[in-house]
Nanobody, 125 residues
Framework: QVQLVESGGGLVQAGGSLRLSCAAS????????MGWFRQAPGKEREFVGG????????YYADSVNGRFTISRDNAKNTVYLQMNSLKPEDTAVYYC??????????????????WGQGTQVTVSS
């Protein structure tokens, strides 16, 4: 069983930055691809970006490419989502997820096995 705990959300002005963290319950990055998703009120959960197992290739949705960066610290069993140049439309609950079978490019949330509880990000205009 994999447990994921997100942190780092908050309220920020447009143009600002936040870094989200996703702490895993053990050494999982060799076996699990990681994904970041977000869900705004009344909308479906959408793919933000992902990271492959082992090597750690990263992939991003067009809407965040160039503004968001995924990284990880293997020693801390933690993956990060650095969010820069934030926009009001980035407001959502952000989730990290783990998938044993995938590459980190899966955009369908149903393909991920484990999820964190989410952390709220609110961007004011």
């Amino acid at each position: 069983q994999v447990q994921l705990v997100e942190s780092g959300g908050g309220l920020v002005q447009a143009g600002g930055s936040l870094r989200l963290s996703c702490a895993a319950s053990g050494r999982i990055f060799d076996n699990y691809a990681m994904g970041w998703f977000r869900q705004a009120p009344g909308k479906e959960r959408e793919f933000v970006g992902g990271m492959s197992r082992i090597v750690g290739y990263t992939y991003y949705a067009d809407s965040v490419n160039g503004r968001f960066t995924i990284s990880r610290d293997n020693a801390k069993n933690t993956v990060y989502l650095q969010m820069n140049s934030l926009k009001p439309e980035d407001t959502a609950v952000y989730y990290c997820a783990a998938d044993r079978r995938g590459s980190g490019r899966q955009v369908d949330p149903s393909e991920y096995e484990y999820w964190g509880q989410g952390t709220q990000v609110t961007v004011s205009s």
